[in-house]
């Protein structure tokens, strides 16, 4: 996207512009699928950044990450088969244990090169936590960052949906992240109406450095907007948030008597194509019941804020001034501008510094 096309209305310096639109951020943990959906001795082929990945669990539980394009010709690696500890390619047979190794190659006589040794299949560093499933993009291999976590209730996995947008990650993740869409966008007469639109502060502080490049919304108690929550949770939760970079956000609802966490990650497919995943955490009984309620509910939210984009994206596409206004707008300022810092720090190899001091923001919704 070009900077010029967006008008800053407020005395900030413009250096939240964006100039950085539809890149995908690569040295990043992305979400790739729930850890349930991956079974034992199968893979599955998926796309993250345009890369073509294969993940696969192993017989004895592993999760692992190849190139799906095999060393040989390109043909997908997942389109073979796996007995649980070697990809066996479909096209000449070439094999391949988990940590990419050849260990066949059939049409090679023996005095032939290559042999199995001489081939490698590339792999990606995989992580399951806390019931999802992780892959690292990008060319390190070693004292890779931490996989984003929720806290108190990483074993209590409940839920997870997702959806894919027609559009590139920034527009997935703005689009989700806005704090004044929710009554207009998510209206709903049972919790949450347009008449109900009130002034809110709330407290931001910088990520803690060790957890990434992002921000938090300090905790506070729920906006009085906010009926699913306390229908949900049986009263009035306090509330924290948290947004790291490339993509996730974190949040904690508490009440004396129980928890939930949610998660949400934005992967991008290619760069116009992005899933967007949450997966739910509670502690609250009849997990069941709630789960056959709350399925529906989330799909029918996040497809509410992906016609929302969409909608954003059409227009845009007239190339329009647009503006970023003071303070809803500014988490939307501070994701492109973090994104530049990541992209100015991986240029010049050095750490990412932060420039989010904290604040309170304030805005009606
Ligand atoms: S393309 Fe895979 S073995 Fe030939
Ligand atoms: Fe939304």
């Known amino acids: 996207m070009d900077d010029s096309r967006h008008t800053d209305t407020t005395q900030n310096p ?9 890149v995908m951020l690569r ?22 950044l345009g890369e073509p990945v294969l993940l696969g669990r192993a017989a004895d539980g592993k999760v692992f990450a190849l190139r799906d394009t095999c060393p040989h010709r390109g043909t997908l690696l997942s389109k073979g088969s796996f007995d649980g500890r070697e990809v066996e390619c479909p096209y000449h047979g070439w094999r391949f244990a988990t940590d990419g190794s050849c260990t066949a190659i059939p049409s090679q006589a023996a005095a032939q090169r290559p042999q199995p040794q001489d081939v490698h299949a590339e792999t990606f560093a995989a992580a399951e936590h806390q019931g999802n499933i992780w892959v690292y993009i990008g060319a390190r291999k070693t004292q890779l960052p931490p996989v984003p976590e929720v806290p108190v209730l990483g074993d209590r996995l409940q839920l997870h949906v997702s959806m894919t947008f027609a559009c590139n990650i920034d527009l997935a993740v703005i689009g989700l992240m806005d704090p004044a869409h929710g009554a207009f966008v998510h209206r709903s007469s049972l919790w949450r109406k347009a008449d109900s639109i009130h002034e809110k502060h709330k407290d931001f502080s910088p990520l803690p450095e060790s957890e990434g490049l992002g921000w938090c919304m300090d905790r506070h108690t729920a906006s009085r907007n906010s009926r699913a929550y306390s229908l ?26 129980y928890n939930y966490c949610g998660l949400t990650a934005c992967t991008p497919v290619t760069a116009d194509t992005t899933e967007v995943h949450h997966a739910m955490y509670w502690d609250l009984p009849a997990a069941p019941v709630l789960r056959a309620i709350m399925r529906p509910m989330a799909l029918r939210f996040i497809d509410q804020d992906r016609r929302a984009v969409l909608s954003m994206q059409e227009g845009l596409a007239f190339n329009p001034p647009t503006m970023l206004v003071q303070d809803a707008d500014t988490q939307t300022r501070w994701y492109y501008r973090l994104k530049r810092e990541m992209l100015a720090a991986q240029a010049e190899a050095r750490p990412p510094r ?9 805005w009606c919704s």
């Open 14 to 22: 413009p250096d939240y512009r964006l100039g950085v639109g539809g």
């Open 27 to 48: 040295d990043a943990w992305y979400y790739a699928m729930p850890a349930a959906a991956l079974k034992r001795s199968t893979t599955v082929h998926r796309t993250l």
């Open 232 to 257: 949900f949770l049986g009263g009035a939760p306090e509330t924290e948030i948290s947004y790291r970079l490339p993509s996730v956000r974190i949040e904690h609802a508490r009440t004396p008597k």
């Open 354 to 362: 932060n420039p989010i001091t904290p604040v309170t923001l304030t």
